[in-house]
C-alpha cells in the first residue's frame, strides 16, 4: 500500500475511533445542559434531620437486639400514615420469620400506569446506617408527604422495604424482590422505579469523591457535591429524562451513568429486582461507598449527614416524578 494511501487510513482508523469514544461516553454520562435553584422548605430539612436521627440513633438504643426491624417497620408505618390512609404492611417469610415491607397506595388522577419509589431501612448488622439507608427512608417518608398535598397524576406506590442488606442481598427474599414480584404476579403497569439508596453524604474537598474504575473523575468530578442516577443500559431514556427533571429544579449538581452490571455499584441497590421482571428503574445515590468512607461501619452516623443538600435531593425527586408522568 502506497505511504499516503497508508496515512489515509490510519487517519480514519482514528477518527473512527474518537468518534466511537465520545459516542461511548455520552451514552454513559447522558449530558444534559439545564438547571435552576429551587430552594426546599426549611420543614423538608428539619423533617429529614429528625427522622434520620429517631431511626439511626434513638430507636435502636430503645429496642432489645433482634428487634430493630420490627420497631423500625412500625415507626415508618405510623409515619407514612399521618400522610395517606392506604399504608399498608407487606409480609413475607424467611426461614420461618415473618418480615414486612411498609406499603403505600397513593391514587393518581388517571390511568396511566404505576410508578415507584422505594428505600431500604434494614442497616448492615446492627450499625447506625444514617446514611445507608436510613437517609433514603427519611427521604421517603417526605416524599410520601409531598405527594399527599399534591396528588400525582398516575399511581403511585412508596415502598420501604427490608432485607436489602447481606445475607439476603441479591437473593428472592429481599424486601424489594418480593414487592417487584408482586407487582409482575398482579400485572401492574410499572412505568418507573426509584430507589434511594444512600442521599445524605456530601463533601467539597478536592478528591473527596472516588470511582471503580480511574480516569472516572475526569467525566465527573473529584468533589463529592453531586447526586447520581444510576442504571443498566437499558434505562439510558428514563435515566436521561430524570436528569433532565432533576436539573431543570436544583442547583446541586446531577449526574448519571447507564453501564453494565459488570461496573461494580451499578447494580448494588433494590432497582436490581425490578430489572428482573423488566421494569424500567434507577437509582437514585451519592454513590455510597465511592464516597462516604464511613460506609457499613459505627461512624455511619447523623451528625455527619448534609441534610441541605438532602433536603434538595427530595425536593428534585418530588418535581422530576410529577414532570415524569406528564411526558
Not at 442481598?169 to 398482579?186: C, I, P, Q, T, W
Not at 430489572?275 to 462516604?292: E, G, K, L
Request: include cysteine; glycine fraction near 6%; hydrophobic fraction near 40%.
Amino acid at each position: 500500500m502506497p505511504k499516503n494511501k497508508f496515512l489515509k487510513f490510519i487517519f480514519r482508523v482514528l477518527i473512527l475511533f474518537v468518534m466511537t469514544l465520545i459516542i461511548a461516553l455520552l451514552l454513559v454520562t447522558q449530558p444534559v445542559f439545564t438547571g435552576t435553584n429551587l430552594k426546599p422548605s426549611l420543614s423538608l430539612e428539619k423533617n429529614l434531620k429528625s427522622n434520620v436521627y429517631y431511626l439511626s440513633e434513638t430507636l435502636p438504643s430503645e429496642v432489645e437486639e433482634g428487634f430493630r426491624l420490627d420497631e423500625s417497620a412500625k415507626y415508618i408505618f405510623s409515619e407514612l400514615t399521618q400522610y395517606s390512609p392506604n399504608t399498608r404492611y407487606q409480609d413475607f417469610d424467611v426461614q420461618g420469620v415473618t418480615y414486612r415491607n411498609v406499603v403505600v397506595d397513593i391514587k393518581g388522577e388517571i390511568e396511566c400506569g404505576t410508578y415507584v419509589i422505594g428505600a431500604h431501612f434494614d442497616t448492615y448488622g446492627d450499625l447506625p446506617g444514617a446514611d445507608d439507608n436510613i437517609s433514603g427512608v427519611a427521604g421517603l417518608i417526605e416524599l410520601t408527604r409531598l405527594f399527599s398535598k399534591n396528588k400525582p397524576k398516575c399511581d403511585l406506590q412508596m415502598v420501604a422495604y427490608t432485607l436489602e442488606e447481606p445475607p439476603y442481598f441479591r437473593s428472592e427474599y429481599m424486601g424489594s424482590y418480593v414487592h417487584a414480584k408482586s407487582l409482575y404476579d398482579n400485572n401492574i403497569d410499572v412505568k418507573a422505579m426509584l430507589s434511594l439508596e444512600m442521599i445524605g453524604y456530601f463533601s467539597d474537598e478536592a478528591g473527596s469523591q472516588n470511582y471503580p474504575v480511574k480516569g472516572m473523575s475526569y467525566l465527573y468530578s473529584d468533589k463529592g457535591d453531586f447526586i447520581t442516577l444510576v442504571g443498566n443500559m437499558s434505562q439510558m431514556g428514563l435515566t436521561r429524562l430524570m436528569k433532565k427533571a432533576m436539573r431543570s429544579v436544583t442547583d446541586l449538581p446531577v449526574y448519571s451513568i447507564n453501564a453494565p452490571a459488570i461496573l461494580a455499584g451499578i447494580d448494588f441497590s433494590d432497582h436490581l429486582n425490578y430489572w428482573q421482571f423488566d421494569y424500567p428503574a434507577i437509582m437514585v445515590t451519592d454513590t455510597a461507598f465511592n464516597r462516604n468512607k464511613n460506609y457499613h461501619t459505627k461512624f455511619d452516623t447523623a451528625d455527619r449527614l448534609d441534610y441541605k443538600r438532602m433536603a434538595k435531593v427530595v425536593d428534585a425527586v418530588y418535581y422530576s416524578v410529577h414532570q415524569h408522568m406528564n411526558q
